[in-house]
C-alpha cells in the first residue's frame, strides 16, 4: 500500500487531555516511499472506548468514506462531547488509485469540565505575613484515603499566582502553570492523568504557589497587578473499578503554610533557605497538624478555559565553558551561550551558609557582570544551606536572561561542574532547520532561534532580564512568520491572540502589550509614558497579522472565524481614527530603535491601516463572506490612493525618504508601477549612500530584504545579509552575539554600552530577517490559496558570496526541504522533497535545466512532476511529494 498514516493529533497535540473546544479539529500526516502520493478519501472513526474502536464501531462518530485530500483541520462532527468524555479515535485513507490503507494507530483526546456548574472546588490561599516585603511561596497539602482499585484519577488544576503540583510525592505537571493570562478576564486550567500516581489507602496532593505575573512583579508595571497573594483551586476525580466516583477539591480541610522558598518573584528573583525545608510535605502520613487552615476566596468571576498555550519547560541542560575566580573570591562562568532560565548548584558548606548565584547578559570591561541594563531587575537568586552532605538547589518560580553567572560565597573550591544551566521556554517544537556555507550566516540563524527561546515563554516577550519581560505585540507580529518557521507555535500565537482579545478596548483598538496587565490605566497615569497613544501602528495590527499568519503557515481557518469580528473592529476604528484616510501624525513608537532614520508616524501608521485593510479583505475571502472582501478591498485602494496623495511626489519621493517609508510603500502595495520604480531606485541609493547600511528599525526590518528581492534587487539584500559594518546584522555576530540584539548599536566599538536604560541583548525583534532566510534564500513559501503547505512555492533565489544553503520545514503534512548549491563551473544543483499528500510549484533558475539527471525532454513527466513553463532564465515544474533533483546552469560561485 502507498500510504500509512501516522502521527495523529487534535488540536495540534498528540492525545490532548482536558479540551473545552466542543468540534475539535483532527489532525494526521503520510507517508509513503511513493513520488506523487496523495489522499483521495478518508474515513474516521471516533468511540468512547478502545474496545469499540477495534471493532471498527465509531459509537462517537463513524465519517464514513469521505471523497476529500483534506488531511490538516478535519473537523470532529459526531455526537456531542461531554464534561471528562474520553474518546479513542483512527484513520483510514485512500490513495490517488482508490486503494486503502490499513488503519492509523488508535489515538485519543479528554474533554475537561465544560460547565462552570462542575467546578465544587474553592480558591485556597495562605494570609499575608506582616511587614514583609515579598511573601514566601504557600504549601497546601490535603490527606485522604481511596477505599478500592482506582481505574481513573484526573486532576484539574489552576491558580491565581503559580504552582507546582505534587501526588504522592511525585511533581505533576510542567513549569509557571497555568501561564500568563489576563487573569481578570479568564485562567487556564490544565488537566492530568494522575491514575498511575494514586494507590488504595492513604493518598496526598499538595501544591507550592508562586506570585507569577498575578501578584509579583510585572514588568515596569510594579506587584499585586491583579491581587495580593496567589490562589489555588484544584478538582481531583477518582474513579474505581467498581465504578464509584470521588472528588477532592480545594476547600477549608486544606492545610497551609510556609516553607523554605522565602520569596520567588519573575523579576526579582528567589531566596531559599533549606533549613526551613518541610521534608515529606507532600506525602501522605504527614503530620500537618500544625499547619493553618486556609483563606477561602469567596468566588472567581472570569473564565476557566482548558489550557491552550503549550507548556513551559526545561528544554536542555548547558554545561559552562569556562569558570575564572575573581579578586573577591566569586566565581564567574561563561556559559557559552546567552539564554533564559536559571542555574542549578551543587554545593557543600556548614548550615546557615548563604551562597548567591547572580546573573548577567554582558560583562564590564573590567570583567564584572554587566548589570545596569537591569533597571529594577534583580536577577539573583540566595541559598542558605541546611549542612547536610550534598545539596542541589534551583529556583522554582523566577526565570532570567543570561550568559554569565556568578556565584557568590561558594564554599571551598567551585569549578565546571559546579553549575549547570537550564534552558526553559514555553515547549514548541523545532520546525525549522537552515545552514549555509558561511558561518556568519549560520550564526545569524542560530541567534534568531536562541532569540525565540529565550524570549516566548507563556507570552512572545519583549526581552527576559530587565524589568519588563511583556507581550508586545509590535515585536510578535513582525517575528510571527519567522516564529512559524523556526518552531510550532500554533497552538502559543493561538493562546496569545486571545490575549489580545481580552485587552482590545471597546473602541476596537487594541493594546501595545498582551495581557494588558494594567499596562493602560498605567499609561493614563504615568506622565512619564503620556506620549504613547493607544493604538500604536505596527503593534495593534497584530491582531490581524498574527491570524493571517497562522492561517498561512497551518491552515488555519477556524481562528480567521473566532477573531473576525474583533479585526473588523480594529479596521473600522482606524478608519474613523483618521482624516480623510490619512492616519494622524501623533507620537508613537513609529519604526522602533532605527538607526539615524526617522520615519515619520503619519507615514508608517497609515501604511499599516492599509495593510491590515487589505489583510482583513482576503480574510473575508477566505470565509466566503464575499461582500466584505469588495468593500476592504475598495478601502485598501482608498486608503492606498490616500497615502500617494498625503505623502508621495511625481518622483517617487515619500515624506521622510527613509528606507523604511520606501520598503513598507513596496511591500504593502501602496504605489503604482511608474512609482513604485522610482521608489525602488530611491531605495537602493539610500542604501548606498550610506555604505551597504540599514537604517531600518522594528517595523521595517522585517520587509527590507522582501522588498528589494520582489523589487529585483537581490544583490542588494544579500549585500545588507552580510555586511559587517556597523550598522548590520553582522556586527553584533562579529563581536561576539549568542543572540539578536535590542537595537543596532547595543554596543558599538566606539561607545560602549548603549543607554541602560534600554538595552537588551536578548530581543528577537530584528531577527525577522529569518523569514526572508526561508522564504526567498532557501525558497520555502506557503501558498496562500492551499495554506499550511499544502502547496508549497519552491523559489530558492541564490546570491550574494553564499554558494550553498539548504532548509527544512517540518508542515503539518511532513518535512518540505530546499537544498540549492552552485558551483565554479556555473552549475546549479537543486534538492527538493515535499510530503505525501502536498504538491509543490519549483522554479528553477538557469538554462539547460535537467531533471533527476536527465534533459526534461528525456526525462518523461508522469514521475511525479511536469514542466509548467520555461522562460530564458528559469524552468517551473509541477511536483507531488517525493524527493527531486534538479540541475541548471545558472552562475558560477562567488568569492
Same mark, same amino acid.
Not at 483598538?509 to 506620549?531: E, Q, S, Y
Not at 550610506?690 to 517595523?699: E, I, K, M, V, Y
Not at 528559469?874 to 560561485?893: D, P
Given at each position: 500500500?502507498?500510504?500509512?498514516?501516522?502521527?495523529?493529533?487534535?488540536?495540534?497535540?498528540?492525545?490532548?487531555?482536558?479540551?473545552?473546544?466542543?468540534?475539535?479539529? +483532527?489532525?494526521?500526516?503520510?507517508?509513503?516511499?511513493?513520488?506523487?502520493?496523495?489522499?483521495?478519501?478518508?474515513?474516521?472513526?471516533?468511540?468512547?472506548?478502545?474496545?469499540?474502536?477495534?471493532?471498527?464501531?465509531?459509537?462517537?462518530?463513524?465519517?464514513?468514506?469521505?471523497?476529500?485530500?483534506?488531511?490538516?483541520?478535519?473537523?470532529?462532527?459526531?455526537?456531542? @462531547?461531554?464534561?471528562?468524555?474520553?474518546?479513542?479515535?483512527?484513520?483510514?485513507?485512500?490513495?490517488?488509485?482508490? !486503494?486503502?490503507?490499513?488503519?492509523?494507530?488508535?489515538?485519543?483526546?479528554?474533554?475537561?469540565?465544560?460547565?462552570?456548574?462542575?467546578?465544587?472546588?474553592?480558591?485556597?490561599?495562605?494570609?499575608?505575613?506582616?511587614?514583609?516585603?515579598?511573601?514566601?511561596?504557600? $504549601?497546601?497539602?490535603?490527606? $485522604?484515603?481511596?477505599?478500592?482499585?482506582?481505574?481513573?484519577?484526573?486532576?484539574?488544576?489552576?491558580?491565581?499566582?503559580?504552582?507546582? @503540583?505534587?501526588?504522592?510525592?511525585?511533581?505533576?505537571?510542567?513549569?509557571?502553570?497555568?501561564?500568563?493570562?489576563?487573569?481578570?478576564?479568564?485562567?487556564?486550567?490544565?488537566?492530568?492523568?494522575?491514575?498511575? +500516581?494514586?494507590?488504595?489507602?492513604?493518598?496526598?496532593?499538595?501544591?507550592?504557589?508562586?506570585?507569577?505575573?498575578?501578584?509579583?512583579?510585572?514588568?515596569?508595571?510594579?506587584?499585586? *497587578?491583579?491581587?495580593?497573594? /496567589?490562589?489555588?483551586?484544584?478538582?481531583?476525580?477518582? =474513579?474505581?473499578?467498581?465504578?464509584?466516583? #470521588?472528588?477532592?477539591?480545594?476547600?477549608?480541610?486544606?492545610?497551609?503554610?510556609?516553607?523554605?522558598?522565602?520569596?520567588?518573584?519573575?523579576?526579582?528573583? =528567589?531566596?531559599?533557605d533549606a533549613r526551613l525545608e518541610l521534608d515529606g510535605w507532600d506525602l501522605p502520613g504527614f503530620d500537618d497538624s500544625g499547619w493553618e487552615q486556609p483563606d477561602v476566596r469567596p468566588g472567581y468571576n472570569g473564565l476557566l478555559t482548558a489550557s491552550l498555550e503549550p507548556p513551559v519547560r526545561i528544554t536542555q541542560t548547558m554545561r559552562p565553558i569556562s569558570v575564572r575566580r575573581t579578586e573577591a573570591g566569586t566565581y564567574i562562568y561563561d556559559m557559552?551561550?546567552?539564554?533564559?532560565?536559571?542555574?542549578? %548548584?551543587?554545593?557543600?558548606?556548614?548550615?546557615?551558609?548563604?551562597?548567591?548565584?547572580?546573573?548577567?547578559?554582558?560583562?564590564?570591561?573590567?570583567?564584572?557582570?554587566?548589570?545596569?541594563?537591569?533597571?529594577?531587575?534583580?536577577?539573583?537568586?540566595?541559598?542558605?544551606?541546611?549542612?547536610?552532605?550534598?545539596?542541589?538547589?534551583?529556583?522554582?518560580?523566577?526565570?532570567?536572561?543570561?550568559?554569565?553567572?556568578?556565584?557568590?560565597?561558594?564554599?571551598?573550591?567551585?569549578?565546571?561542574?559546579?553549575?549547570?544551566?537550564?534552558?526553559?521556554?514555553?515547549?514548541?517544537? #523545532?520546525?525549522?532547520?537552515?545552514?549555509?556555507?558561511?558561518?556568519?550566516?549560520?550564526?545569524?540563524?542560530?541567534?534568531? %532561534?536562541?532569540?525565540?527561546?529565550?524570549?516566548?515563554?507563556?507570552?512572545?516577550?519583549?526581552?527576559?532580564?530587565?524589568?519588563?519581560?511583556?507581550?508586545?505585540?509590535?515585536?510578535?507580529?513582525? $517575528?510571527?512568520?519567522?516564529?512559524?518557521?523556526?518552531?510550532?507555535?500554533?497552538?502559543?500565537?493561538?493562546?496569545?491572540?486571545?490575549?489580545?482579545?481580552?485587552?482590545?478596548?471597546?473602541?476596537?483598538?487594541?493594546?501595545?502589550?498582551?495581557?494588558?496587565?494594567?499596562?493602560?490605566?498605567?499609561?493614563?497615569?504615568?506622565?512619564?509614558?503620556?506620549?504613547?497613544?493607544?493604538?500604536?501602528?505596527?503593534?495593534?495590527?497584530?491582531? %490581524?497579522?498574527?491570524?493571517?499568519?497562522?492561517?498561512?503557515?497551518?491552515?488555519?481557518? #477556524?481562528?480567521?472565524?473566532?477573531?473576525?469580528?474583533?479585526?473588523? !473592529?480594529?479596521?473600522?476604528?482606524?478608519?474613523?481614527?483618521?482624516?480623510?484616510?490619512?492616519?494622524?501624525?501623533?507620537?508613537?513608537?513609529?519604526?522602533?530603535?532605527?538607526?539615524?532614520?526617522?520615519? /515619520?508616524?503619519?507615514?508608517?501608521?497609515?501604511?499599516?491601516?492599509?495593510?491590515?485593510?487589505?489583510? +482583513?479583505?482576503?480574510?473575508?475571502?477566505?470565509?466566503?463572506?464575499?461582500?466584505?472582501?469588495?468593500?476592504?478591498?475598495?478601502?485598501?485602494?482608498?486608503?492606498?490612493?490616500?497615502?500617494?496623495?498625503?505623502?508621495?511626489?511625481?518622483?517617487? !519621493?515619500?515624506?521622510?525618504?527613509?528606507?523604511?517609508?520606501?520598503?513598507?510603500?513596496?511591500?504593502?502595495? @501602496?504605489? =503604482?508601477?511608474?512609482? #513604485?520604480?522610482?521608489?525602488?531606485?530611491?531605495?537602493?541609493?539610500?542604501?548606498?549612500?550610506?555604505?551597504?547600511?540599514?537604517?531600518?528599525?522594528?517595523?521595517?526590518?522585517?520587509?527590507?530584504?522582501?522588498?528589494?528581492?520582489?523589487?529585483?534587487?537581490?544583490?542588494?539584500?544579500?549585500?545588507?545579509?552580510?555586511?559587517?559594518?556597523?550598522?548590520?546584522?553582522?556586527?553584533?555576530?562579529?563581536?561576539?552575539?549568542?543572540?539578536?540584539?535590542?537595537?543596532?548599536?547595543?554596543?558599538?566599538?566606539?561607545?560602549?554600552?548603549?543607554? /541602560?536604560?534600554?538595552?537588551?541583548?536578548?530581543?528577537?525583534?530584528?531577527?525577522?530577517?529569518?523569514?526572508?532566510?526561508?522564504?526567498?534564500?532557501?525558497?520555502?513559501?506557503?501558498? /496562500?490559496?492551499?495554506?499550511?503547505?499544502?502547496?508549497?512555492?519552491?523559489?530558492?533565489?541564490?546570491?550574494?558570496?553564499?554558494?550553498?544553503?539548504?532548509?527544512?520545514?517540518?508542515?503539518?503534512?511532513?518535512? *518540505?526541504?530546499?537544498?540549492?548549491?552552485?558551483?565554479?563551473?556555473?552549475? $546549479?544543483?537543486?534538492?527538493?522533497?515535499?510530503?505525501?499528500?502536498?504538491?509543490?510549484?519549483?522554479? *528553477?533558475?538557469?538554462?539547460? *535545466?535537467?531533471?533527476?539527471?536527465?534533459?526534461?525532454?528525456?526525462?518523461?513527466?508522469?514521475?511525479?512532476?511536469?514542466?509548467?513553463?520555461?522562460?530564458?532564465?528559469?524552468?517551473?515544474?509541477?511536483?507531488?511529494?517525493?524527493?527531486?533533483?534538479?540541475?541548471?546552469?545558472?552562475?558560477?560561485?562567488?568569492?
Amino acid at each position: 500500500m502507498s500510504l500509512r498514516v501516522v502521527q495523529l493529533k487534535t488540536e495540534y497535540v498528540e492525545n490532548p487531555l482536558g479540551l473545552d473546544e466542543k468540534k475539535p479539529r +483532527l489532525f494526521w500526516r503520510l507517508e509513503s516511499e511513493e513520488r506523487g502520493a496523495a489522499q483521495s478519501a478518508y474515513r474516521i472513526l471516533v468511540a468512547s472506548s478502545e474496545e469499540a474502536l477495534d471493532r471498527e464501531e465509531g459509537d462517537q462518530w463513524d465519517s464514513g468514506k469521505i471523497e476529500s485530500d483534506s488531511s490538516i483541520q478535519v473537523t470532529y462532527g459526531g455526537k456531542p @462531547l461531554v464534561s471528562e468524555g474520553r474518546y479513542y479515535w483512527k484513520v483510514q485513507v485512500w490513495d490517488a488509485q482508490g !486503494r486503502p490503507s490499513d488503519w492509523s494507530e488508535t489515538a485519543f483526546w479528554t474533554m475537561g469540565l465544560l460547565d462552570r456548574g462542575e467546578w465544587k472546588a474553592g480558591w485556597i490561599g495562605r494570609k499575608t505575613e506582616p511587614n514583609a516585603n515579598m511573601q514566601p511561596s504557600p $504549601f497546601v497539602r490535603k490527606s $485522604f484515603a481511596i477505599d478500592g482499585q482506582v481505574a481513573r484519577a484526573t486532576v484539574y488544576a489552576t491558580a491565581l499566582g503559580l504552582y507546582d @503540583l505534587r501526588v504522592n510525592g511525585e511533581k505533576v505537571g510542567d513549569l509557571f502553570a497555568p501561564g500568563f493570562t489576563d487573569y481578570d478576564k479568564r485562567v487556564q486550567v490544565q488537566t492530568y492523568d494522575v491514575t498511575h +500516581l494514586l494507590k488504595e489507602g492513604d493518598n496526598a496532593v499538595g501544591a507550592v504557589l508562586g506570585d507569577g505575573w498575578y501578584c509579583g512583579t510585572v514588568g515596569f508595571l510594579g506587584s499585586k *497587578v491583579y491581587g495580593q497573594r /496567589p490562589f489555588f483551586l484544584l478538582q481531583l476525580h477518582i =474513579e474505581l473499578a467498581d465504578g464509584t466516583k #470521588r472528588i477532592v477539591a480545594t476547600d477549608s480541610s486544606w492545610r497551609t503554610a510556609r516553607g523554605p522558598i522565602l520569596y520567588s518573584d519573575m523579576i526579582k528573583g =528567589e531566596a531559599y533557605d533549606a533549613r526551613l525545608e518541610l521534608d515529606g510535605w507532600d506525602l501522605p502520613g504527614f503530620d500537618d497538624s500544625g499547619w493553618e487552615q486556609p483563606d477561602v476566596r469567596p468566588g472567581y468571576n472570569g473564565l476557566l478555559t482548558a489550557s491552550l498555550e503549550p507548556p513551559v519547560r526545561i528544554t536542555q541542560t548547558m554545561r559552562p565553558i569556562s569558570v575564572r575566580r575573581t579578586e573577591a573570591g566569586t566565581y564567574i562562568y561563561d556559559m557559552g551561550q546567552n539564554m533564559v532560565g536559571w542555574t542549578e %548548584v551543587k554545593v557543600r558548606g556548614a548550615r546557615g551558609r548563604k551562597i548567591t548565584l547572580s546573573h548577567a547578559e554582558m560583562l564590564n570591561p573590567d570583567g564584572s557582570l554587566y548589570l545596569d541594563n537591569l533597571r529594577v531587575a534583580v536577577q539573583q537568586d540566595h541559598y542558605i544551606l541546611k549542612g547536610e552532605g550534598l545539596e542541589r538547589y534551583e529556583p522554582l518560580f523566577t526565570f532570567h536572561g543570561f550568559r554569565y553567572v556568578e556565584l557568590i560565597g561558594y564554599p571551598g573550591e567551585a569549578d565546571l561542574d559546579t553549575i549547570v544551566g537550564k534552558v526553559v521556554h514555553s515547549d514548541t517544537p #523545532r520546525t525549522g532547520r537552515l545552514e549555509t556555507d558561511d558561518d556568519r550566516v549560520n550564526q545569524l540563524y542560530s541567534n534568531i %532561534v536562541w532569540g525565540q527561546r529565550g524570549n516566548f515563554l507563556s507570552v512572545p516577550t519583549d526581552c527576559p532580564q530587565r524589568d519588563e519581560r511583556l507581550g508586545w505585540t509590535g515585536d510578535a507580529q513582525i $517575528f510571527a512568520r519567522t516564529a512559524s518557521y523556526n518552531m510550532d507555535v500554533s497552538r502559543f500565537f493561538t493562546k496569545f491572540m486571545w490575549d489580545m482579545i481580552d485587552a482590545q478596548q471597546p473602541s476596537g483598538a487594541f493594546t501595545d502589550v498582551a495581557p494588558d496587565a494594567g499596562w493602560i490605566r498605567h499609561k493614563m497615569w504615568n506622565t512619564r509614558l503620556n506620549w504613547f497613544a493607544p493604538d500604536n501602528a505596527g503593534w495593534g495590527d497584530a491582531g %490581524v497579522v498574527i491570524p493571517w499568519t497562522l492561517y498561512l503557515m497551518y491552515g488555519d481557518t #477556524r481562528i480567521l472565524e473566532t477573531h473576525y469580528d474583533a479585526m473588523v !473592529r480594529w479596521v473600522e476604528y482606524l478608519k474613523a481614527n483618521s482624516d480623510e484616510l490619512v492616519r494622524p501624525n501623533y507620537a508613537n513608537y513609529g519604526d522602533w530603535l532605527s538607526i539615524d532614520a526617522d520615519t /515619520p508616524n503619519e507615514v508608517l501608521a497609515t501604511a499599516y491601516f492599509a495593510y491590515s485593510t487589505k489583510l +482583513l479583505s482576503r480574510i473575508a475571502g477566505v470565509l466566503g463572506r464575499t461582500g466584505d472582501e469588495a468593500h476592504y478591498d475598495g478601502l485598501f485602494r482608498d486608503i492606498a490612493a490616500a497615502f500617494r496623495r498625503a505623502f508621495v511626489d511625481g518622483e517617487g !519621493r515619500i515624506r521622510g525618504e527613509t528606507q523604511t517609508v520606501y520598503v513598507l510603500a513596496l511591500q504593502f502595495g @501602496l504605489l =503604482e508601477d511608474g512609482l #513604485r520604480d522610482k521608489a525602488i531606485v530611491r531605495l537602493t541609493d539610500n542604501i548606498r549612500e550610506r555604505g551597504d547600511r540599514l537604517s531600518t528599525g522594528f517595523l521595517g526590518v522585517g520587509y527590507l530584504l522582501p522588498a528589494l528581492t520582489d523589487s529585483g534587487r537581490l544583490d542588494v539584500a544579500y549585500t545588507l545579509l552580510t555586511q559587517e559594518a556597523f550598522p548590520s546584522w553582522m556586527y553584533s555576530i562579529k563581536h561576539g552575539a549568542t543572540t539578536i540584539w535590542e537595537r543596532w548599536d547595543g554596543w558599538t566599538e566606539h561607545n560602549g554600552f548603549q543607554t /541602560p536604560s534600554m538595552n537588551s541583548f536578548n530581543h528577537y525583534s530584528l531577527g525577522s530577517v529569518g523569514e526572508w532566510m526561508f522564504r526567498y534564500m532557501a525558497g520555502i513559501e506557503a501558498d /496562500p490559496a492551499r495554506p499550511g503547505f499544502r502547496h508549497t512555492l519552491i523559489r530558492p533565489q541564490p546570491g550574494g558570496r553564499l554558494n550553498e544553503a539548504k532548509a527544512e520545514y517540518r508542515s503539518l503534512y511532513g518535512p *518540505v526541504a530546499s537544498e540549492w548549491k552552485r558551483s565554479s563551473d556555473g552549475s $546549479f544543483r537543486l534538492a527538493v522533497r515535499i510530503p505525501a499528500n502536498a504538491t509543490a510549484t519549483v522554479v *528553477v533558475p538557469g538554462t539547460g *535545466v535537467q531533471v533527476d539527471g536527465r534533459s526534461v525532454e528525456e526525462a518523461a513527466s508522469g514521475q511525479g512532476w511536469k514542466l509548467a513553463e520555461r522562460t530564458t532564465t528559469a524552468a517551473v515544474f509541477e511536483v507531488g511529494s517525493g524527493e527531486y533533483m534538479f540541475e541548471s546552469v545558472y552562475g558560477a560561485t562567488r568569492e
